[in-house]
Structure formats: structure tokens, C-alpha cells
């Protein structure tokens, strides 16, 4: 719009000379006043004036007028006043125009510096320097100088009006406290007056720092009663607190001042000792330290016994002396009871120990110390007690006379209680070595003896030393020999009446002068006392001679043997054997028994038993007597012998006969054994024949095997006549033909009965020839057993399967 309003107005003209606008260039300071002039000259009439901003934004201003000239004013400069002003002329149809450029600037104070009224030494600090209101403020410059140093510089940033700014970063240390820092600005705008384009600030740093470089009194000696004095400074801002304080044993501390000197006026003992002046500030403190010495007599000299209480024998004790002395004292331990002029320890620097180890009893006593320089001196003392070890001897095991078996072992132990380091002596009786094995470990030792023989009978002592103190236990040990019981050896048999030896050996017995051997019946007589033996070891044999009577048969007879050496338990020291009497005699009481008792029948089971006494036993034998013949059943030795029949049978009766020996003599027992059966095998016999011519005799025989011996009844049996005989013998005489008939033999005994029926025929007397004898006999033999009872006959009747067999015995035809 503008450029299309100069075109229209570029026009040539005529009458208006020139147009003048002043300033062209103009560079205002910001909050100045500020005019444009635009005259025009050679305009006859009154000229008109427009003002236009040729840049896009308002003119702000208005502008006043008359005929030749017009101003455009700005009362107070501003930077959006900046603009390229056009001011056009018309005068009279004739129009001209002029521009102007108008800038403004602003720097209106000096720098400030801040940062540098409290500054860490040693830290980077920040420094600002601040410029207000600068524009445009990319002409503003920033220069940091220190004396003509350039530190830093720095430029604006273009922008509208602003504070400019520049940061340093400063890292002080105590020396650049009180020096100056310069913050130059400058602004470069051209046609800035000269005097406007520079300003400056200069600040003092103010350099914050611990202190430092404290200086401290040097070390103090004073005597007694005098005074010093102690000082301190130090550099350090701010100014640094001065703190007095005495160091303590304990690390306490005293303050005593906040100043830099401390007057002591009277010193005293306790004014020695180490003395800190402390210094602080915010930023940080330093402490300096400084020995006083107050020099004077020896004091608090003490004497310590280390541990203290009552002392054991061997323990380590340590007695240590101390004393406060300046200059330092000599001090000098020693116990009071040794002779002037003896020292345990002594030394230069109020201070000496000793050590005692291991102590013992004679350490005991009182110790004095005494401290001494040139002021004076002090004593102390302490008095040492030890006791001796609590030593305790047990010897096991123990005191008295300890019995030893010959052969075994014996181990006797010696413990020491009450010290711990003892050492174990042993000896025997003549002092001498001891010949055993001895072993010792710590508190125990053990003396062994193995095998004990002869030589080890003696007296043992253990002995054991502990430091100062020795203390003994004793035992005796007898060694005896009695390893066997004793033995009893007869050398003959006891026979009644007879008198005998006895004799009671034992082996290998120690000491055999000890010995008792005594003989004892066991109805409580003593038969002998025997002893003492010749002594040494020996084997003993104790005879007793005995005549023993019959009623000392079974009894005991008892050899007791006694050792009476002291400490052997009864059970070792006593040992005895016994015997029984056993008298010799010839058999006694010998008897047969049969059993069961009573009436015997044949199956019944029986045993016969022979039964003597005797002694020894000897041989005993049992057999059988049948018609003068013995038959052997049974023997052996010993006292009895049987035989057992079963079942009894009829050929088992007899006689029994029994017969003992032995050495002494033979006895002799018999019974008569009975087996009782009923008749049986019944035969009859009819001599010469069955038939018989009248007148003639004949004989009948009746066997049959039984006990009892059987009745035999003869009975004819149709007229019931009976004939008895007691032997089973009939004789018939003078045969009539009536005796012709049948008949019965009845053989009875008491457990039963047999019978037997047959035919008697008589023939009348004729002259017909008598049969022969041969016929008749041939079938028929008879055998006649006769069984031991003299009295007694038992028919054994047997009918022969073979001829020849058996002899025809009493019933002979002849004989009847
Ligand atoms: C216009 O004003 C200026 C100053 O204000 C003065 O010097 C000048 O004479 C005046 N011109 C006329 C024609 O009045
Ligand atoms: C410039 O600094 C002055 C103080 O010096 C302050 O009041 C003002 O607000 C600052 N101006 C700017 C733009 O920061
Ligand atoms: C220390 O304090 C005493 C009195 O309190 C004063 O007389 C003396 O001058 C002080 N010394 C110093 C170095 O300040
Ligand atoms: C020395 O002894 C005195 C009293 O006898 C005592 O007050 C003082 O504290 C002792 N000193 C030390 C350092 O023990
Ligand atoms: C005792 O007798 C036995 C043999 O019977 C023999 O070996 C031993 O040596 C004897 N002892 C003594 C001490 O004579
Ligand atoms: C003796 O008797 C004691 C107990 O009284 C026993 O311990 C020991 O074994 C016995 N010794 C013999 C050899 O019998
Ligand atoms: C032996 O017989 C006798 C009588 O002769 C008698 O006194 C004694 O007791 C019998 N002995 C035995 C063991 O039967
Ligand atoms: C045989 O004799 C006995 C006793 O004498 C009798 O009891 C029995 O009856 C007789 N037997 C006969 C068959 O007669
Ligand atoms: C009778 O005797 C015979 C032999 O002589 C014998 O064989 C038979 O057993 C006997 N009879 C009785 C009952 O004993
Ligand atoms: C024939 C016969 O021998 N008769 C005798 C029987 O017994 C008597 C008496 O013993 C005798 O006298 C007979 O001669
Ligand atoms: C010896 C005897 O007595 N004989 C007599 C046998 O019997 C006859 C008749 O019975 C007698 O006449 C005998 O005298
Ligand atoms: C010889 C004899 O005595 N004969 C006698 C047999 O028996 C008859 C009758 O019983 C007698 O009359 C006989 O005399």
C-alpha cells in the first residue's frame, strides 16, 4: 500500500525546492525525548505533511505542524519506537518526501556483581554479573577482568529489552580473600555516545576459609607453684573461636577459656598433661595440641600386683610400680625383706615391672617402691601372698598292704590333684629303682606290675613334687602264691579198722611259712593241725593218718588250707578239698528180689534182681539151679544185676542163686522161683495095654504139665468110681471083665483142671497070645521132668514126634 502510494506521488513538481527531515539517523536512548523535523522549503503556500511508518507497526507518535515545517515528537523513547519514518510534503500539488531510520538503545546503569560477599576457598563459587535493561542486548558485551586479566567474556543475546547476564565460575582460595573483580559492559550499537558505551562494577571477593595455620605455644615445663602461659592463633575467616580444653585420661575434655591465651598463675600437679586449642569457624575448625609439664616430687606412686588376691603357686604374677613424677623418677622395686641394696627392677621412667612366674612361696612377702627425682621421692608397698599347690595325693589302689597274686598284675595308680604340672617318683622299699613299668601322663602315673613276681614284694612309695611342695602316699604290696586248690591222694584203701595215710597236697604256695593246713572230720572234729611249712615257695603236702572205724563210712574228711598272708580276700587265702570215706568190705547184704512180689503164673513178666553191698562192687553174677546144673543168666560188676522174664514161663522156675565178689570176699543169696500153670498136654498111659485078659494087673499113667503138682482122679465113668492118686499113678489088680468101661482122668490144681477120657476092655481068659510088647509102646513115650522142689514132681509129659527122643523116665511098666 505504502509503495503503491509513492509510485502514485512520484510525480515531478513544481514550486516545492526541497524537503528536509532531520535527524536522518536517529539513535535515541530509551526514557530520552526524541524529535523527527521535516521542513520543506521553496512552498510558497502552506505545506501539508503526512508522517507514514514504513514498517509494519504504528508510528506511536503524532506530529505537530505549522506552514513550513512539522515534528514528529516521542517524549519518551521506547525500542518499539524503532521504525523507518517516511515524511511526505504537498505543497501546492507538488509533493516530496524524505525517510529517516530511527534506533534506540538502553543501557541505562552500571553492572551489578553478586556472589561475591560470602565465597567458599575452594569451592567454585558462582559469580553473576547482571546488566539491566540493555538493548538491544546483542550489542551488549560482558567482560570479567581481574587486575588486567580478562577472565571471561560474553556477548548478549539478540531479543527485545533485557537484563543481561554473565556467570563465572571462580574457585578462590584464602589469598584472593580482599580482592577486587571487575565486570565491564559495553555496548556496541553504533551511534551510542561514547560515553554512554561503557560502564563498570568492581566487586571485593569476600573469601570464606576453615582455619589455618595455627599457631600454638611450644611445649611447657614449670615447676611447682609457678605460672605459664599458653597461646594460640590461627588464620581463617571469619575469625576464627579459640576453645581451650585439657585433655583428660578418659579423653574428657575441660574447657577452661574461649581466649587466645590461657594464664595459669599457680600450677599444680594436676596442670600437667596435654592441652588442645581448638579453632572453628563456620567453615570448618583445627585443632593444635601442647604438653605442659609440671615438674615436683614423685607423686601418686603406686605399686600394683597383677592379678591381684590370692596367689596359687605357679601362677604368673607381675608387680608393676607407676609414679606421676616430672622430671621423670627413678624408680626402684624391690621386696622389703631382702637385704638393703637389692632391687627386683628398677628404672628412669617412673615406671617398672616385674614379672614373677612361676611364683612360688618364697616370692611371698612385702614389695615396696620407691620413686625419686630431684624434687623428692615417695614409697608404696604391697604385700604378696602364694599360697602353696593344694597338692592332693591318692595312690590306688589304696594306703596299706595290697595282696598280689603271684603271676598276675597289679597296676597302682598315683594321681595328683591340685597341680598342674607334677611330677611322680617312684620307689621301693630299699629306695631302688623300681623295677616295673611306670608310665606318667599329666596328673596320673601308673606303676605296673606284670607279671608280680617274687621280687616285687616290698613297699612302694609314689612321690610327687609340685613347685615347693612334695607330698607321698605309701602302699605295700605283699605277693603270695596260691594258685590251686589242694589235692587229696590216698595211696591205699580205707579199710575198717585198718590204719591209713592221707595226705593233702598244694602246689607252688608263697610264702609257705604262712601256711595252716588243718584236717577236719565231718562231724567237726579237728583230725590235725598242720603248719608252719619251711618258708619260700613251695609245694606242701600235709599227711594225716586215720583209722577209720565203721561209722566214718560217707563221711568227709576236709583238708583245709590257709594262707594267712594279710590283705588276701578270704576267697584267695582259703581254699580246701574234701573226701569221702569210702571203707573197703567184703559183699554184704546180698538178696534176691523178685518183683512184683506174690504168686507167679506162667505169662505173668517178673524180674529177678540180685542185690549186694560191697566195696568196691565188684563182680556179681545171677543164675539159675535146675537138678545140680547152674545155668548163667546174668553178671556184671557193680552192685546189682536182674533179669526180667517176660512172659514167666513154667522152665523159668528154679532155684535162683546170686553171688557178689569182690577183693574182700564172696556172698551168696538163693530163693526158689515158682511159675504156676494149670494141667495141661494130659496124657494117659495105659501099661502093658488097653486090653488086658481078666486077672491081669495093669498100670495107668497119667502125665501132664502143671504147678502145683495136680490131683489126678481116676473115675469110671459109668459106676462113678473114683480112685485119687496123688502122683498120677494108678495100679489096677486082678482085672475083671466088669472094669471094662470108659474112664476119666481128672488132673486138677488150683489155677485149673485137664481131663482125659479112654477105654478100658477086659477080655475073659482065653488062650488067645498076649499081644507083643512093641505094638503097644511104640506110640507112646513118656518123659518125666522132675522140678528142683525135692518134694514136688512135675510130670512133663510129652508126646514124642520122633522116636528116641526122650528116655522113658519114672513110669515105667517095671516100676509100677
Ligand atoms: C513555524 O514554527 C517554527 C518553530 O516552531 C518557527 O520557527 C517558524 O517561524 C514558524 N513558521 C511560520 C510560518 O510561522
Ligand atoms: C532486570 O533487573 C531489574 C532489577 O535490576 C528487575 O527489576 C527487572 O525485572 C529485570 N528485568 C528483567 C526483564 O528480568
Ligand atoms: C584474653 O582475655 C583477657 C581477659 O579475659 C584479656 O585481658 C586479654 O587481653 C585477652 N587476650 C586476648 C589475646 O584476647
Ligand atoms: C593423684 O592422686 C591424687 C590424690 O592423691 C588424685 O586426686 C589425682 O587424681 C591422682 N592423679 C592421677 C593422675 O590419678
Ligand atoms: C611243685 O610240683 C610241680 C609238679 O608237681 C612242679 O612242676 C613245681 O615246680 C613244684 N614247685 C616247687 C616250688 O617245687
Ligand atoms: C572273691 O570274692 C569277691 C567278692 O567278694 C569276688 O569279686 C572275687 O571275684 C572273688 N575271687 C575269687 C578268686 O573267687
Ligand atoms: C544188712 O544187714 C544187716 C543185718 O545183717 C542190717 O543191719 C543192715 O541194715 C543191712 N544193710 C543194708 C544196706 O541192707
Ligand atoms: C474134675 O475135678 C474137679 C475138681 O475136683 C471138678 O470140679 C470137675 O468137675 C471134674 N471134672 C469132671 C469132668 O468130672
Ligand atoms: C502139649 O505138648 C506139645 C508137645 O509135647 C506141644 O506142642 C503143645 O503145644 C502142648 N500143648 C499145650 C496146650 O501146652
Ligand atoms: C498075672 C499077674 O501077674 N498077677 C499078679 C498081680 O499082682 C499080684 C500082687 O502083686 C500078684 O501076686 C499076681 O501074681
Ligand atoms: C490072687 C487073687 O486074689 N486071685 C483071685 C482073682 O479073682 C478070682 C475071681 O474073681 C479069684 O478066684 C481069685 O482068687
Ligand atoms: C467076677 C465078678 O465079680 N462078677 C460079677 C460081675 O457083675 C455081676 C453083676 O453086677 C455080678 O453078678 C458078678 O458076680
Given at each position: 500500500?505504502?509503495?503503491?502510494?509513492?509510485?502514485?506521488?512520484?510525480?515531478?513538481?513544481?514550486?516545492?525546492?526541497?524537503?528536509?527531515l532531520?535527524?536522518?539517523?536517529?539513535?535515541?536512548?530509551?526514557?530520552?525525548?526524541?524529535?523527527?523535523?521535516?521542513?520543506?522549503?521553496?512552498?510558497?503556500?502552506?505545506?501539508?505533511?503526512?508522517?507514514?511508518?514504513?514498517?509494519?507497526?504504528?508510528?506511536?507518535?503524532?506530529?505537530?505542524?505549522?506552514?513550513?515545517?512539522?515534528?514528529?515528537?516521542?517524549?519518551?523513547?521506547?525500542?518499539?519506537?524503532?521504525?523507518?519514518?517516511?515524511?511526505?510534503?504537498?505543497?501546492?500539488?507538488?509533493?516530496?518526501?524524505?525517510?529517516?531510520?530511527?534506533?534506540?538503545?538502553?543501557?541505562?546503569?552500571?553492572?551489578?556483581?553478586?556472589?561475591?560477599?560470602?565465597?567458599?576457598?575452594?569451592?567454585?563459587?558462582?559469580l553473576?554479573?547482571?546488566?539491566?535493561?540493555?538493548?538491544?542486548?546483542?550489542?551488549?558485551?560482558?567482560?570479567?577482568?581481574?587486575?588486567?586479566?580478562?577472565l571471561?567474556?560474553?556477548?548478549?543475546?539478540?531479543?527485545?529489552?533485557?537484563?543481561?547476564?554473565?556467570?563465572?565460575?571462580?574457585?578462590?582460595?584464602?589469598?584472593?580473600?580482599?580482592?577486587?573483580?571487575?565486570?565491564?559492559?559495553?555496548?556496541?550499537?553504533?551511534?551510542?555516545?561514547?560515553?554512554?558505551?561503557?560502564?563498570?562494577?568492581?566487586?571485593?571477593?569476600?573469601?570464606?576459609?576453615?582455619?589455618e595455620?595455627?599457631?600454638?605455644?611450644?611445649?611447657?615445663?614449670?615447676?611447682?607453684?609457678?605460672?605459664?602461659?599458653?597461646?594460640?592463633?590461627?588464620?581463617?575467616?571469619?575469625?576464627p573461636?579459640?576453645?581451650?580444653?585439657?585433655?583428660?585420661?578418659?579423653g574428657?575434655?575441660?574447657?577452661?577459656?574461649?581466649?587466645?591465651?590461657?594464664?595459669?598463675?599457680?600450677?599444680?600437679?594436676?596442670?600437667?598433661?596435654?592441652?588442645?586449642?581448638?579453632?572453628?569457624?563456620?567453615?570448618?575448625?583445627?585443632?593444635?595440641?601442647?604438653?605442659?609439664?609440671?615438674?615436683?616430687?614423685?607423686?601418686?606412686?603406686?605399686?600394683?600386683?597383677?592379678?591381684?588376691?590370692?596367689?596359687?603357686?605357679?601362677?604368673?604374677?607381675?608387680?608393676?610400680?607407676?609414679?606421676?613424677?616430672?622430671?621423670?623418677?627413678?624408680?626402684?622395686?624391690?621386696?622389703?625383706?631382702?637385704?638393703?641394696?637389692?632391687?627386683?627392677?628398677?628404672?628412669?621412667?617412673?615406671?617398672?615391672?616385674?614379672?614373677?612366674?612361676?611364683?612360688?612361696p618364697?616370692?611371698?612377702?612385702?614389695?615396696?617402691?620407691?620413686?625419686?627425682?630431684?624434687?623428692?621421692?615417695?614409697?608404696?608397698?604391697?604385700?604378696?601372698?602364694?599360697a602353696?599347690?593344694?597338692?592332693?595325693?591318692?595312690l590306688?589302689?589304696?594306703?596299706?598292704?595290697?595282696?598280689?597274686?603271684?603271676?598276675?598284675?597289679?597296676?597302682?595308680?598315683c594321681?595328683?590333684?591340685?597341680c598342674?604340672?607334677?611330677?611322680?617318683?617312684?620307689?621301693?622299699?630299699?629306695?631302688?629303682?623300681?623295677?616295673?613299668?611306670?608310665?606318667?601322663?599329666?596328673?596320673?602315673?601308673?606303676?605296673l606290675?606284670?607279671?608280680?613276681?617274687?621280687?616285687?614284694?616290698?613297699?612302694?612309695?609314689?612321690?610327687?613334687?609340685?613347685g615347693?611342695?612334695?607330698?607321698?602316699?605309701?602302699?605295700?604290696?605283699?605277693?603270695?602264691?596260691?594258685?590251686?586248690?589242694?589235692?587229696?591222694?590216698?595211696?591205699?584203701?580205707?579199710?575198717?579198722?585198718?590204719?591209713?595215710?592221707?595226705?593233702?597236697?598244694?602246689?607252688?604256695?608263697?610264702?609257705?611259712?604262712?601256711?595252716?593246713?588243718?584236717?577236719?572230720?565231718?562231724?567237726?572234729?579237728?583230725?590235725?593241725?598242720?603248719?608252719?611249712?619251711?618258708?619260700?615257695?613251695?609245694?606242701?603236702?600235709?599227711?594225716?593218718?586215720?583209722?577209720?572205724g565203721?561209722?566214718?563210712?560217707?563221711?568227709?574228711?576236709?583238708?583245709?588250707?590257709?594262707?594267712n598272708?594279710?590283705?588276701?580276700?578270704?576267697?584267695?587265702?582259703?581254699?580246701?578239698?574234701?573226701?569221702?570215706?569210702?571203707?573197703?568190705?567184703?559183699?554184704?547184704?546180698?538178696?534176691?528180689?523178685?518183683?512184683?512180689?506174690?504168686?507167679?503164673?506162667?505169662?505173668?513178666?517178673?524180674?529177678?534182681?540180685?542185690?549186694?553191698?560191697?566195696?568196691?562192687?565188684?563182680?556179681?553174677?545171677?543164675?539159675?539151679?535146675?537138678?545140680?546144673?547152674?545155668?548163667?543168666?546174668?553178671?556184671?560188676?557193680?552192685?546189682?544185676?536182674?533179669v526180667?522174664?517176660?512172659?514167666?514161663?513154667?522152665?523159668d522156675?528154679?532155684?535162683?542163686?546170686?553171688?557178689?565178689?569182690?577183693?574182700?570176699?564172696?556172698?551168696?543169696a538163693?530163693?526158689?522161683?515158682?511159675v504156676?500153670?494149670?494141667?495141661?498136654?494130659?496124657?494117659?498111659?495105659?501099661?502093658?495095654?488097653?486090653?488086658?485078659?481078666?486077672?491081669?494087673?495093669?498100670?495107668?499113667?497119667?502125665?501132664?504139665?502143671?504147678?502145683?503138682?495136680?490131683?489126678?482122679?481116676l473115675?469110671?465113668?459109668?459106676?462113678?468110681?473114683?480112685?485119687?492118686?496123688?502122683?498120677?499113678?494108678?495100679?489096677?489088680?486082678?482085672?475083671?471083665?466088669?472094669?471094662?468101661?470108659?474112664?476119666?482122668?481128672?488132673?486138677?490144681?488150683?489155677?485149673?483142671?485137664?481131663?482125659e477120657?479112654?477105654?478100658?476092655?477086659?477080655?475073659?481068659?482065653?488062650?488067645?497070645?498076649?499081644?507083643?510088647?512093641?505094638?503097644?509102646?511104640?506110640?507112646?513115650?513118656?518123659?518125666?521132668?522132675?522140678v528142683?522142689?525135692?518134694?514136688?514132681?512135675?510130670?512133663?509129659?510129652?508126646?514124642?514126634?520122633?522116636?528116641?527122643?526122650?528116655?522113658?523116665?519114672?513110669?515105667?511098666?517095671?516100676?509100677?
Amino acid at each position: 500500500m505504502a509503495l503503491t502510494l509513492m509510485a502514485m506521488f512520484i510525480i515531478p513538481a513544481a514550486g516545492l525546492s526541497w524537503v528536509s527531515l532531520s535527524p536522518k539517523q536517529p539513535v535515541w536512548r530509551a526514557g530520552d525525548r526524541g524529535e523527527l523535523r521535516c521542513r520543506a522549503a521553496g512552498c510558497p503556500d502552506e505545506a501539508s505533511f503526512s508522517w507514514t511508518s514504513l514498517e509494519d507497526k504504528p508510528l506511536y507518535s503524532a506530529a505537530t505542524s505549522n506552514a513550513s515545517e512539522s515534528t514528529l515528537s516521542f517524549e519518551r523513547v521506547r525500542p518499539q519506537h524503532e521504525n523507518l519514518v517516511l515524511c511526505r510534503v504537498t505543497c501546492g500539488g507538488q509533493t516530496k518526501q524524505q525517510r529517516a531510520k530511527i534506533r534506540v538503545y538502553s543501557f541505562p546503569k552500571e553492572p551489578e556483581i553478586t556472589g561475591s560477599e560470602e565465597m567458599l576457598a575452594g569451592e567454585d563459587n558462582t559469580l553473576t554479573c547482571t546488566v539491566p535493561d540493555v538493548y538491544p542486548p546483542e550489542n551488549l558485551r560482558i567482560t570479567w577482568l581481574q587486575g588486567e586479566t580478562v577472565l571471561l567474556e560474553e556477548v548478549g543475546k539478540e531479543g527485545p529489552m533485557t537484563n543481561v547476564s554473565s556467570k563465572y565460575a571462580y574457585h578462590p582460595t584464602a589469598d584472593d580473600d580482599g580482592t577486587a573483580i571487575t565486570c565491564r559492559a559495553s555496548h556496541d550499537l553504533e551511534g551510542v555516545p561514547a560515553d554512554q558505551s561503557s560502564k563498570e562494577t568492581s566487586a571485593i571477593l569476600n573469601v570464606l576459609y576453615a582455619p589455618e595455620d595455627i599457631r600454638i605455644s611450644e611445649a611447657t615445663v614449670v615447676q611447682e607453684g609457678g605460672s605459664f602461659t599458653l597461646t594460640c592463633e590461627a588464620d581463617g575467616k571469619p575469625k576464627p573461636e579459640i576453645q581451650w580444653r585439657k585433655l583428660g585420661e578418659g579423653g574428657h575434655s575441660v574447657t577452661l577459656g574461649r581466649n587466645g591465651s590461657l594464664v595459669v598463675l599457680e600450677a599444680m600437679p594436676s596442670h600437667a598433661g596435654e592441652y588442645e586449642c581448638e579453632m572453628s569457624n563456620a567453615v570448618g575448625r583445627k585443632a593444635a595440641s601442647v604438653r605442659v609439664a609440671v615438674q615436683g616430687p614423685p607423686r601418686n606412686t603406686s605399686i600394683v600386683v597383677s592379678p591381684g588376691g590370692e596367689l596359687t603357686e605357679g601362677d604368673r604374677v607381675t608387680i608393676s610400680c607407676h609414679s606421676q613424677a616430672v622430671p621423670a623418677a627413678r624408680v626402684v622395686l624391690r621386696r622389703v625383706s631382702d637385704p638393703p641394696g637389692s632391687e627386683l627392677g628398677s628404672s628412669h621412667d617412673s615406671s617398672v615391672s616385674v614379672t614373677l612366674s612361676p611364683v612360688g612361696p618364697a616370692d611371698a612377702g612385702m614389695y615396696e617402691c620407691e620413686a625419686s627425682n630431684r624434687f623428692g621421692s615417695q614409697k608404696h608397698s604391697a604385700v604378696l601372698h602364694v599360697a602353696a599347690f593344694p597338692l592332693e595325693v591318692d595312690l590306688s589302689p589304696g594306703d596299706g598292704v595290697i595282696a598280689v597274686e603271684m603271676g598276675s598284675s597289679l597296676l597302682l595308680s598315683c594321681g595328683a590333684t591340685g597341680c598342674p604340672n607334677p611330677t611322680f617318683f617312684w620307689k621301693s622299699r630299699l629306695d631302688g629303682p623300681v623295677r616295673s613299668q611306670v608310665e606318667s601322663r599329666g596328673a596320673l602315673s601308673t606303676l605296673l606290675l606284670t607279671p608280680a613276681e617274687l621280687m616285687d614284694d616290698s613297699a612302694y612309695t609314689c612321690e610327687v613334687h609340685c613347685g615347693s611342695v612334695r607330698r607321698s602316699r605309701h602302699t605295700e604290696i605283699k605277693v603270695f602264691s596260691f594258685p590251686t586248690d589242694p589235692v587229696i591222694e590216698s595211696a591205699e584203701a580205707l579199710v575198717e579198722g585198718q590204719r591209713a595215710a592221707i595226705r593233702c597236697a598244694v602246689r607252688d604256695v608263697f610264702p609257705a611259712g604262712l601256711l595252716q593246713i588243718q584236717w577236719l572230720h565231718q562231724n567237726g572234729d579237728v583230725l590235725l593241725e598242720d603248719g608252719p611249712f619251711d618258708g619260700g615257695l613251695r609245694n606242701v603236702t600235709s599227711t594225716l593218718s586215720f583209722a577209720p572205724g565203721s561209722g566214718d563210712q560217707g563221711k568227709r574228711i576236709t583238708c583245709r588250707v590257709t594262707l594267712n598272708v594279710e590283705a588276701v580276700p578270704r576267697n584267695q587265702s582259703e581254699k580246701s578239698v574234701s573226701t569221702t570215706i569210702n571203707l573197703h568190705y567184703p559183699p554184704r547184704n546180698t538178696s534176691i528180689v523178685v518183683s512184683p512180689a506174690g504168686e507167679l503164673k506162667e505169662g505173668d513178666h517178673v524180674t529177678v534182681t540180685c542185690v549186694s553191698y560191697g566195696a568196691p562192687a565188684g563182680r556179681i553174677t545171677l543164675r539159675r539151679v535146675s537138678e545140680g546144673h547152674g545155668a548163667h543168666l546174668q553178671s556184671s560188676s557193680g552192685t546189682s544185676v536182674s533179669v526180667t522174664l517176660s512172659p514167666a514161663r513154667l522152665v523159668d522156675a528154679g532155684l535162683y542163686e546170686c553171688e557178689a565178689s569182690n577183693p574182700y570176699g564172696t556172698q551168696k543169696a538163693k530163693t526158689q522161683l515158682n511159675v504156676k500153670a494149670p494141667p495141661r498136654n494130659t496124657t494117659v498111659e495105659v501099661f502093658p495095654s488097653r486090653q488086658v485078659q481078666e486077672g491081669q494087673n495093669i498100670t495107668i499113667c497119667c502125665r501132664s504139665i502143671s504147678f502145683p503138682p495136680p490131683a489126678v482122679i481116676l473115675k469110671k465113668m459109668d459106676t462113678g468110681k473114683e480112685l485119687y492118686s496123688p502122683d498120677g499113678t494108678f495100679l489096677l489088680l486082678n482085672l475083671t471083665t466088669n472094669d471094662t468101661g470108659s474112664y476119666l482122668v481128672n488132673v486138677t490144681n488150683d489155677l485149673g483142671y485137664e481131663t482125659e477120657i479112654f477105654v478100658l476092655q477086659v477080655m475073659e481068659r482065653s488062650s488067645s497070645p498076649q499081644p507083643r510088647w512093641h505094638e503097644f509102646i511104640v506110640p507112646a513115650v513118656g518123659l518125666v521132668t522132675t522140678v528142683t522142689t525135692a518134694s514136688l514132681i512135675i510130670h512133663y509129659l510129652r508126646k514124642a514126634r520122633m522116636k528116641g527122643s526122650y528116655e522113658l523116665a519114672k513110669c515105667t511098666a517095671g516100676a509100677v
